[in-house]
C-alpha cells in the first residue's frame, strides 16, 4: 500500500514537472529566438546564461502614424482586420527573411536580426 501511494505521488510530481517544463519552453519560445532557446535548455543549472556578441544588428520598429485617429474613425472590426492583415504581411517578411520577430504591441511591430 506505502509503496503504491509513493509510486503515485512520484509520477504526479513528474506530471507536474513535465508541464511546467513545456510550459516555461512555450513561454520562452514566445520570448526569444529559437537559437537562445535551445541554448539556454542545453545549459546546467545554475549556470550563468551565454552571451554572445554580434559585428552587426538591426532592430526594426514600426509605429503606425496617424493610428489613433484612423481607430477612431473605424468600427473595431476595421481596426482588427487593417492590423492582421498589416501584420500579416510584416510576419510572411520576416519569416521569409529570417528575422526574428520581437513583439507586437498596439499597432507597433518589432523584429531584428544579427
Known amino acids: 500500500h506505502d509503496e ?3 509510486s503515485r505521488k512520484r ?3 513528474q506530471r507536474v514537472l ?3 517544463h513545456n510550459r516555461t519552453t512555450d ?12 541554448a539556454l ?3 546546467p543549472p545554475n549556470a550563468p546564461p551565454p552571451t554572445d556578441s554580434y ?3 538591426t532592430i526594426a520598429q514600426s509605429d503606425l502614424c496617424g493610428f489613433t485617429v484612423l481607430a477612431s474613425q473605424k468600427s473595431p472590426e476595421e481596426v482588427v482586420k487593417c492590423m492582421s492583415e498589416l501584420f500579416g504581411a510584416f510576419d510572411k517578411l520576416v519569416d521569409i527573411h529570417k528575422v526574428y520577430k520581437v513583439e507586437t504591441v498596439g499597432d507597433a511591430y518589432i523584429a ?3
Open 27 to 38: 513561454i520562452l519560445g514566445t520570448l526569444m529566438p529559437p537559437l537562445v532557446v535551445e
Open 41 to 43: 535548455s542545453r545549459l
Open 4 to 6: 503504491e501511494n509513493s
Open 18 to 20: 513535465d508541464w511546467t
Open 112 to 114: 531584428g536580426v544579427a
Open 55 to 57: 559585428r552587426h544588428a
Open 11 to 13: 509520477f504526479k510530481a
